[in-house]
Protein backbone atom coordinates (compact mmCIF):
# COMPACT_ATOMS: atom_id res chain seq x y z
CA UNK A 1 0.00 0.00 0.00
CA UNK A 2 1.38 3.62 -1.08
CA UNK A 3 0.99 7.27 -0.95
CA UNK A 4 1.39 8.97 -4.41
CA UNK A 5 5.04 10.37 -3.92
CA UNK A 6 3.25 13.33 -4.98
CA UNK A 7 1.72 13.55 -1.17
CA UNK A 8 5.03 12.55 0.34
CA UNK A 9 6.27 15.21 -1.15
CA UNK A 10 4.01 17.76 -0.13
CA UNK A 11 4.03 16.61 3.46
CA UNK A 12 8.38 16.75 3.22
CA UNK A 13 7.40 20.54 1.57
CA UNK A 14 5.41 21.51 4.17
CA UNK A 15 7.38 20.10 7.20
CA UNK A 16 10.52 21.77 5.62
CA UNK A 17 8.47 25.31 5.30
CA UNK A 18 6.95 25.03 8.55
CA UNK A 19 10.60 24.83 9.99
CA UNK A 20 11.72 27.81 8.57
CA UNK A 21 8.78 29.77 9.51
CA UNK A 22 8.65 33.26 8.20
CA UNK A 23 12.19 33.20 5.87
CA UNK A 24 11.30 32.21 2.05
CA UNK A 25 12.58 29.27 1.46
CA UNK A 26 13.39 28.09 -2.27
CA UNK A 27 12.98 24.55 -4.26
CA UNK A 28 16.42 24.08 -4.79
CA UNK A 29 16.97 24.45 -1.20
CA UNK A 30 14.34 22.18 -0.70
CA UNK A 31 15.25 19.52 -3.49
CA UNK A 32 18.45 19.31 -1.70
CA UNK A 33 17.83 18.84 1.62
CA UNK A 34 15.34 15.87 0.63
CA UNK A 35 17.21 14.60 -2.16
CA UNK A 36 14.33 15.42 -4.80
CA UNK A 37 14.71 16.29 -8.11
CA UNK A 38 13.72 20.16 -8.95
CA UNK A 39 10.81 18.97 -11.50
CA UNK A 40 8.95 16.97 -8.83
CA UNK A 41 8.96 19.86 -6.35
CA UNK A 42 8.09 22.38 -8.99
CA UNK A 43 4.80 20.98 -9.53
CA UNK A 44 4.05 20.33 -5.76
CA UNK A 45 5.21 23.46 -4.67
CA UNK A 46 2.34 25.38 -6.96
CA UNK A 47 0.02 22.91 -5.74
CA UNK A 48 0.75 23.67 -2.29
CA UNK A 49 0.18 27.41 -3.18
CA UNK A 50 -3.10 26.69 -5.60
CA UNK A 51 -4.61 24.59 -2.19
CA UNK A 52 -3.82 28.11 -0.04
CA UNK A 53 -0.79 25.99 1.83
CA UNK A 54 1.76 28.51 1.14
CA UNK A 55 2.15 31.34 -0.50
CA UNK A 56 4.70 32.09 -3.09
CA UNK A 57 7.19 35.03 -4.17
CA UNK A 58 8.50 35.53 -7.25
CA UNK A 59 11.61 37.21 -8.52
CA UNK A 60 15.65 36.08 -7.62
CA UNK A 61 14.83 36.70 -3.83
CA UNK A 62 11.63 35.09 -3.84
CA UNK A 63 10.67 31.82 -2.47
CA UNK A 64 7.49 30.30 -0.61
CA UNK A 65 6.65 29.82 2.93
CA UNK A 66 3.51 28.64 5.16
CA UNK A 67 0.57 30.62 4.04
CA UNK A 68 -1.33 29.29 7.28
CA UNK A 69 0.81 28.42 10.86
CA UNK A 70 1.69 24.44 11.11
CA UNK A 71 -1.62 24.75 13.70
CA UNK A 72 -4.22 25.35 10.74
CA UNK A 73 -2.69 22.66 8.42
CA UNK A 74 -4.59 19.54 8.91
CA UNK A 75 -2.56 16.39 7.74
CA UNK A 76 -5.85 14.22 6.52
CA UNK A 77 -6.34 17.46 4.73
CA UNK A 78 -3.37 17.60 2.70
CA UNK A 79 -3.36 14.30 1.93
CA UNK A 80 -7.14 14.38 0.18
CA UNK A 81 -5.88 17.85 -1.42
CA UNK A 82 -2.63 15.89 -2.88
CA UNK A 83 -4.10 12.24 -3.66
CA UNK A 84 -5.07 12.35 -7.52
CA UNK A 85 -7.37 9.41 -6.12
CA UNK A 86 -8.01 6.75 -3.39
CA UNK A 87 -8.55 4.19 -5.60
CA UNK A 88 -7.61 1.12 -3.50
CA UNK A 89 -8.74 -1.34 -6.37
CA UNK A 90 -8.78 -1.33 -9.86
CA UNK A 91 -12.38 -1.41 -10.23
CA UNK A 92 -12.60 1.89 -8.21
CA UNK A 93 -11.35 3.86 -11.00
CA UNK A 94 -11.22 2.02 -14.44
CA UNK A 95 -14.40 0.78 -16.23
CA UNK A 96 -13.01 -3.36 -15.57
CA UNK A 97 -14.77 -6.41 -17.04
CA UNK A 98 -15.46 -7.15 -13.72
CA UNK A 99 -18.31 -9.27 -13.47
CA UNK A 100 -19.53 -8.53 -10.32
CA UNK A 101 -18.70 -5.04 -10.11
CA UNK A 102 -22.48 -4.35 -9.71
CA UNK A 103 -23.19 -5.75 -6.68
CA UNK A 104 -19.62 -6.15 -5.07
CA UNK A 105 -18.93 -5.78 -1.13
CA UNK A 106 -15.51 -5.32 -1.57
CA UNK A 107 -15.40 -1.83 -2.00
CA UNK A 108 -17.99 -0.89 0.32
CA UNK A 109 -15.06 -2.36 3.39
CA UNK A 110 -11.93 -1.05 1.78
CA UNK A 111 -13.77 2.31 1.78
CA UNK A 112 -14.55 2.12 5.70
CA UNK A 113 -10.83 1.22 5.67
CA UNK A 114 -10.19 3.81 4.20
CA UNK A 115 -11.61 6.61 6.01
CA UNK A 116 -10.26 5.06 9.09
CA UNK A 117 -7.07 6.09 8.07
CA UNK A 118 -8.37 9.39 6.65
CA UNK A 119 -9.67 9.94 10.32
CA UNK A 120 -6.49 8.93 12.02
CA UNK A 121 -4.64 11.91 9.70
CA UNK A 122 -7.39 14.33 10.47
CA UNK A 123 -6.17 14.00 14.28
CA UNK A 124 -2.70 15.19 13.22
CA UNK A 125 -2.03 19.32 12.24
CA UNK A 126 1.47 20.00 10.81
CA UNK A 127 2.19 21.27 14.22
CA UNK A 128 2.54 17.68 15.45
CA UNK A 129 5.09 16.94 13.38
CA UNK A 130 7.04 20.15 12.91
CA UNK A 131 10.74 19.44 13.54
CA UNK A 132 13.63 22.14 14.29
CA UNK A 133 15.87 23.91 12.82
CA UNK A 134 18.72 21.94 14.08
CA UNK A 135 16.91 18.68 12.35
CA UNK A 136 17.35 20.17 8.97
CA UNK A 137 20.94 21.65 10.00
CA UNK A 138 19.20 24.99 9.24
CA UNK A 139 20.87 27.98 10.07
CA UNK A 140 20.28 28.58 13.89
CA UNK A 141 17.54 31.79 14.24
CA UNK A 142 18.69 35.25 15.56
CA UNK A 143 19.23 35.18 19.72
CA UNK A 144 16.14 37.46 19.68
CA UNK A 145 13.78 34.26 17.81
CA UNK A 146 15.77 31.48 19.64
CA UNK A 147 13.18 30.20 21.81
CA UNK A 148 11.29 28.91 17.81
CA UNK B 1 -3.53 5.56 -2.41
CA UNK B 2 -3.53 1.71 -3.99
CA UNK B 3 -3.31 -1.36 -2.90
CA UNK B 4 -1.17 -3.79 -5.02
CA UNK B 5 -2.87 -5.49 -7.82
CA UNK B 6 -1.60 -8.65 -6.21
CA UNK B 7 -3.91 -7.95 -3.16
CA UNK B 8 -6.75 -7.01 -5.51
CA UNK B 9 -6.83 -9.90 -7.21
CA UNK B 10 -6.00 -12.56 -4.03
CA UNK B 11 -9.61 -10.95 -2.75
CA UNK B 12 -11.40 -11.86 -5.74
CA UNK B 13 -9.73 -14.74 -6.34
CA UNK B 14 -11.02 -15.76 -2.63
CA UNK B 15 -14.70 -14.14 -2.91
CA UNK B 16 -14.90 -16.44 -5.84
CA UNK B 17 -13.72 -19.16 -4.25
CA UNK B 18 -16.34 -19.03 -1.51
CA UNK B 19 -19.34 -18.99 -3.87
CA UNK B 20 -18.13 -22.09 -5.51
CA UNK B 21 -18.11 -23.63 -2.02
CA UNK B 22 -16.67 -27.22 -2.14
CA UNK B 23 -16.71 -27.65 -5.79
CA UNK B 24 -13.00 -26.63 -7.76
CA UNK B 25 -13.14 -23.84 -9.67
CA UNK B 26 -9.85 -23.06 -12.18
CA UNK B 27 -7.75 -20.66 -12.77
CA UNK B 28 -9.41 -20.06 -16.59
CA UNK B 29 -12.26 -19.78 -15.05
CA UNK B 30 -11.22 -17.15 -12.35
CA UNK B 31 -9.58 -15.44 -15.02
CA UNK B 32 -12.38 -14.91 -17.25
CA UNK B 33 -14.67 -13.91 -14.40
CA UNK B 34 -12.60 -11.08 -13.60
CA UNK B 35 -11.27 -10.00 -16.62
CA UNK B 36 -7.60 -10.34 -15.12
CA UNK B 37 -4.78 -12.23 -16.99
CA UNK B 38 -4.07 -16.56 -16.03
CA UNK B 39 -0.08 -15.59 -15.67
CA UNK B 40 -1.24 -13.14 -12.56
CA UNK B 41 -3.77 -15.40 -11.32
CA UNK B 42 -1.19 -18.46 -11.12
CA UNK B 43 1.30 -16.60 -9.05
CA UNK B 44 -2.10 -15.12 -6.86
CA UNK B 45 -3.49 -18.60 -6.32
CA UNK B 46 -0.16 -19.95 -5.17
CA UNK B 47 0.43 -17.65 -2.69
CA UNK B 48 -3.11 -18.18 -1.37
CA UNK B 49 -2.18 -22.35 -1.65
CA UNK B 50 1.02 -21.04 0.24
CA UNK B 51 -0.66 -19.23 3.13
CA UNK B 52 -3.05 -22.01 4.11
CA UNK B 53 -6.28 -20.18 2.27
CA UNK B 54 -6.92 -22.31 -0.51
CA UNK B 55 -6.09 -25.99 -1.37
CA UNK B 56 -4.95 -26.77 -4.82
CA UNK B 57 -5.97 -30.33 -6.37
CA UNK B 58 -3.41 -31.03 -9.25
CA UNK B 59 -4.31 -32.89 -12.53
CA UNK B 60 -7.08 -32.94 -15.45
CA UNK B 61 -9.95 -32.45 -13.55
CA UNK B 62 -7.95 -30.05 -10.34
CA UNK B 63 -8.17 -26.89 -9.40
CA UNK B 64 -9.14 -25.04 -6.33
CA UNK B 65 -11.11 -24.17 -3.24
CA UNK B 66 -11.48 -22.54 -0.23
CA UNK B 67 -9.21 -24.65 2.83
CA UNK B 68 -10.91 -22.93 5.43
CA UNK B 69 -14.71 -21.63 5.83
CA UNK B 70 -15.66 -18.02 4.26
CA UNK B 71 -16.03 -17.36 8.39
CA UNK B 72 -12.65 -17.90 8.53
CA UNK B 73 -10.68 -15.65 6.59
CA UNK B 74 -10.12 -12.71 7.96
CA UNK B 75 -9.34 -9.94 5.21
CA UNK B 76 -7.58 -8.07 7.52
CA UNK B 77 -4.51 -11.15 7.43
CA UNK B 78 -5.37 -11.26 4.11
CA UNK B 79 -4.10 -8.15 3.14
CA UNK B 80 -1.36 -8.50 5.74
CA UNK B 81 -0.56 -12.08 4.00
CA UNK B 82 -0.85 -10.27 0.34
CA UNK B 83 0.77 -6.81 0.45
CA UNK B 84 4.19 -6.67 0.03
CA UNK B 85 5.55 -3.71 2.28
CA UNK B 86 3.01 -1.02 3.65
CA UNK B 87 5.44 1.72 2.95
CA UNK B 88 3.47 4.41 2.42
CA UNK B 89 5.97 6.91 1.82
CA UNK B 90 9.42 6.35 -0.09
CA UNK B 91 11.54 6.88 2.94
CA UNK B 92 10.39 3.63 4.96
CA UNK B 93 11.85 1.32 2.21
CA UNK B 94 14.97 3.02 0.58
CA UNK B 95 17.72 3.55 1.91
CA UNK B 96 16.89 7.38 0.84
CA UNK B 97 18.96 10.60 1.04
CA UNK B 98 16.53 12.76 3.45
CA UNK B 99 18.38 14.28 5.39
CA UNK B 100 16.25 14.09 8.69
CA UNK B 101 14.83 10.20 8.13
CA UNK B 102 16.19 10.06 11.98
CA UNK B 103 13.97 12.24 13.71
CA UNK B 104 11.57 12.88 11.51
CA UNK B 105 7.72 12.23 13.20
CA UNK B 106 5.77 11.74 9.70
CA UNK B 107 6.49 7.76 9.95
CA UNK B 108 5.07 7.48 13.24
CA UNK B 109 1.48 9.38 12.26
CA UNK B 110 1.44 7.36 9.20
CA UNK B 111 2.11 4.17 10.81
CA UNK B 112 -0.79 5.06 13.22
CA UNK B 113 -3.16 5.30 9.64
CA UNK B 114 -2.44 2.33 8.47
CA UNK B 115 -3.26 0.54 11.61
CA UNK B 116 -6.53 2.04 11.77
CA UNK B 117 -6.83 0.90 8.05
CA UNK B 118 -6.01 -2.49 9.05
CA UNK B 119 -7.90 -2.97 12.41
CA UNK B 120 -10.86 -1.52 10.23
CA UNK B 121 -10.21 -4.72 7.71
CA UNK B 122 -9.73 -6.99 10.84
CA UNK B 123 -13.37 -6.64 11.41
CA UNK B 124 -14.83 -8.28 8.38
CA UNK B 125 -14.41 -11.83 7.06
CA UNK B 126 -15.01 -12.97 3.43
CA UNK B 127 -18.14 -14.81 4.44
CA UNK B 128 -19.02 -10.79 4.66
CA UNK B 129 -18.11 -9.96 1.40
CA UNK B 130 -19.40 -13.39 0.09
CA UNK B 131 -21.94 -13.14 -3.03
CA UNK B 132 -24.42 -15.43 -4.69
CA UNK B 133 -23.88 -18.48 -7.48
CA UNK B 134 -26.27 -15.95 -9.97
CA UNK B 135 -23.96 -12.17 -8.75
CA UNK B 136 -21.21 -14.37 -10.83
CA UNK B 137 -23.85 -16.36 -12.86
CA UNK B 138 -22.81 -19.51 -11.67
CA UNK B 139 -24.26 -22.63 -12.61
CA UNK B 140 -27.13 -22.95 -9.75
CA UNK B 141 -26.57 -25.71 -7.13
CA UNK B 142 -28.41 -29.35 -7.10
CA UNK B 143 -32.04 -29.10 -5.40
CA UNK B 144 -30.66 -30.39 -2.18
CA UNK B 145 -27.74 -28.07 -1.51
CA UNK B 146 -29.78 -24.85 -2.99
CA UNK B 147 -30.21 -23.10 0.54
CA UNK B 148 -26.46 -22.38 -0.07
Redesign the interface.
Known amino acids: ?5 F ?2 YA ?2 VL ?1 YAATAGDRLVTIEETAR ?3 ISRAHLMKVVNILIRAGYLRGVRGRAGGFALARTPAEIN ?1 GEVVRAT ?1 PD ?5 CFISA ?5 SN ?4 PA ?2 N ?10 DR ?1 TLE ?4 TRR ?3 MAPLPAADADK
Open positions: MRLTASDLRMVYGLEFALVEDRCLVCCKLVLEALHSFLVTLYDIALDFD
